[in-house]
């Protein structure tokens, strides 16, 4: 009789171990009830192990158990190895993302801006308790790589206090809370995490305004040839973005961070040239999309190559040629150069992906050089294009490099940037202002001034196509972060210059009825069948 209850409690303590094994894989939150079950379970299969210790010392005399010992102890050799090699790993703390579009790993614009926190970020989520981990694998990544992230999972219903207190109203919200500023989001996708964080780290966001009234690229329209989105790319990353009349003002906003000049059809006129004119001089922020003029009779836009053209930029009036073959990976021809290799630049500094200008013009510096501005190059196509100079001749299809009519072998830098420190707002003939003595002179060398004393900055950048931004254009390869990294640069917010966020492939595999057939009978019956049936087969022999 007491031989028997030992068994049933052999049994049963096995029975609670399986248990505490299958709680923990299935439902690792329920922790109490896996201790318990593990407990039980030892305590049982001890007092079995107890009432036949007899029979177990008898054992050993055979060798069948000396052999089965010894296999036992290499197993638990090895597990003991496994749990060393663990308990190691997981303090070195380190990942490897083996998939194929790296899903799993962050952008190269996430990692800088988790890398330049300077300040604790703390993200809490609202959600279901049963729904944590939908958002834990990609938040755990986010403090993965910066310690200055901490995430703390909310069950907004058994926390309502603090649900209220961040104002959440439904599910699944995500708060970002960095120095008192809050940010809140819906969605779990990198795009939108990244986004978030770089509000609530950036605060109030910087004005791009978009010179309207001379036929240029339109914000708001959501075709082709509009910019409906790279503004929308604009306002995920902080910018608030506005149209410029600059004909109804005589001066640029004050809240301007960078003025865009993008496509313009027709010249500026001697106001807007003067008011942009005084807007660089006092460390204003510019970027001019300029495309080739139409044919050889097209009007030249004096004003704006003028206004350029004070700055050391000069634009040619040709049409760059690519006769590397590189625009048929995206079904154009050789009027739509590709960047593929970038000089030195912040703009495109590790920048690794192709870009495509349709249509451009050649950007150089000036043959007279300005004192002090001298552009430097960003964008340059391959050596095999070209500067094709007869604009009638393109128009007809067959163009060849022809250095007798001026055609310029490349490369061809279709993109310039120049940054120097804002010319002094006196004239010239101006007498300096007097030095300043006594308080004044204390005041103004006054270290703990919250006034910078280094003088503002001018940054101009000029591309010879507009195009490439585009609604239809914009989404190839690396154009939307190339016009995004350009806005960051002039804006001085180098630490936006990156390559961002993309949506994952959909490398889902869509499986008819019968193949789906198939793979359960194969996986679920016939390959674990042959294994069993080859196990028998193995025992049988050796009997």
């Not at 049963?130 to 992230?149: C, G, M, N, V």
């Not at 510019?286 to 704006?304: C, F, H, Q, S």
């Not at 503002?456 to 609604?471: H, K, W």
Request: hydrophobic share 40%; glycine share 8%.
């Amino acid at each position: 009789m007491l031989n028997r209850l030992f068994g049933v409690l052999g049994w049963l303590g096995s029975i609670f171990v399986f248990a505490a094994v299958g709680v923990w894989l299935v439902r690792p939150e329920l922790e109490p009830l896996r201790r318990t079950l593990a407990f039980a379970g030892l305590a049982c299969i001890l007092v079995y192990g107890a009432g036949h210790w007899r029979q177990a010392a008898r054992s050993f005399d055979r060798r069948q158990t000396r052999y089965g010992t010894l296999a036992g102890a290499g197993l638990l050799l090895g597990l003991v190895v496994l749990v060393a090699l663990n308990y190691l790993l997981a303090r070195q703390n380190t990942r490897w993302d083996l998939t194929a579009a790296q899903q799993y790993s962050l952008s190269d614009q996430t990692r800088r801006i988790l890398d330049g926190l300077d300040s604790p970020v703390r993200i809490l989520v609202f959600t279901r308790e049963s729904d944590f981990p939908i958002y834990q694998d990609r938040l755990e990544t986010y403090a993965y790589q910066s310690t200055q992230i901490t995430v703390d999972y909310i069950d907004a219903d058994r926390d309502p206090v603090l649900a209220r207190q961040y104002e959440v109203q439904s599910y699944g919200t995500i708060v970002f809370d960095y120095n008192g500023r809050v940010e809140r989001v819906l969605s779990e996708s990198e795009q939108d995490l990244t986004n978030a964080l770089i509000k609530v780290v950036e605060g109030e966001p910087q004005t791009v305004y978009f010179l309207e009234g001379h036929g240029e690229r339109d914000l708001a329209d959501p075709e082709r040839n509009g910019y409906s989105t790279v503004s929308n790319a604009l306002a995920q990353d902080n910018y608030q973005v506005s149209p410029l009349v600059l004909a109804q003002r005589t001066t640029v906003p004050e809240d301007a961070t960078v003025v865009v000049i993008a496509g313009p059809q027709t010249d500026l006129l001697p106001g807007e040239v003067d008011a942009l004119g005084a807007y660089m001089d006092g460390g204003g922020k510019l970027l001019v999309l300029i495309d080739p003029p139409p044919n050889d009779e097209a009007p030249t836009p004096v004003g704006l190559l003028g206004l350029i053209g004070d700055w050391g930029f000069e634009a040619g009036t040709d049409v760059v040629v690519d006769g590397s073959g590189m625009g048929q990976l995206f079904g154009a021809d050789a009027s739509v150069p590709i960047a593929a290799d970038y000089p030195f630049h912040p703009i495109t500094e590790q920048f690794n992906l192709l870009t495509a200008y349709p249509l451009a013009r050649s950007i150089s510096a000036s043959a007279v050089p300005v004192s002090g501005r001298i552009p430097q190059s960003f964008i340059e196509t391959s050596p095999q294009s070209w500067a094709e100079a007869n604009l009638d001749e393109l128009t007809g299809g067959e163009v060849e490099l022809n250095e007798e009519v001026g055609d310029r072998p490349g490369p061809i830098a279709i993109g310039m940037a120049l940054s120097v420190p804002a010319p002094s707002p006196a004239s010239p003939g101006e007498p300096a202002a007097p030095e300043a003595d006594g308080a004044d002179a204390e005041n103004q060398e006054d270290p703990g001034s919250d006034e910078s004393s280094d003088p503002p900055e001018s940054r101009l950048a000029v591309i010879g196509d507009s195009d490439f931004a585009t609604n239809g254009i914009v989404g190839i390869q690396g154009n939307r972060d190339l016009f995004l990294n350009t806005i960051s640069w002039l804006a001085q917010q180098e630490n936006l210059i990156a390559i961002r966020p993309r949506e994952p492939d959909d490398r889902r595999l869509t499986l008819t009825a019968d193949q789906q057939r198939r793979v359960f009978w194969l996986s679920i019956l016939f390959i674990p069948a042959a294994t069993m049936g080859a196990g028998v087969y193995a025992w049988w022999r050796r009997r």
